[in-house]
Nanobody
């Protein structure tokens, strides 16, 4: 499974951005999907996860209330809508797919496939 993340860029603090993740195979009935991020010099951090049907989501504490994960299974695409962006949200954002879980998950090790990442830069 190859994952193609897109939508990153430069945005001012307080602004919004939407990331997209397009897997190379249909993931709607097979994979829990997640977003992670990694800032320079820091470990990869959980951002959000969504179940196969899209009915349940999970968020990291630092983005709760500002970010929304969703998926359009007809388009085989997962989104991360980011609002009220802060400079500390600056990072490379990765989408990932997990095949063994039925629930949204935060554990990095539970994800089987990773995209190449898209850079989000938030200026103050």
């Amino acid at each position: 499974v190859q994952l193609q993340a897109s939508g990153g860029g430069l945005v001012q603090a307080g602004g919004s951005l939407r990331l997209s993740c397009a897997p190379s195979v249909r993931t709607s009935s097979t994979y829990v999907m997640g977003w992670f991020r990694q800032a320079p010099g820091k470990e990869r951090e959980f951002v959000a996860s969504i179940t196969r049907g899209g009915g349940t989501t999970l968020y990291g504490d630092s983005v709760k209330g500002r970010f929304t994960i969703s998926r359009d299974n007809a388009k085989n695409t997962v989104y991360l809508q980011m609002s009220s962006l802060k400079p500390e949200d600056t990072a490379v954002y990765y989408c990932a797919a997990a095949s063994r879980s039925l629930s949204p998950i935060a554990a990095l090790g539970e994800y089987d496939y990773w995209g190449q990442g898209t850079l989000v830069t938030v200026s103050s």
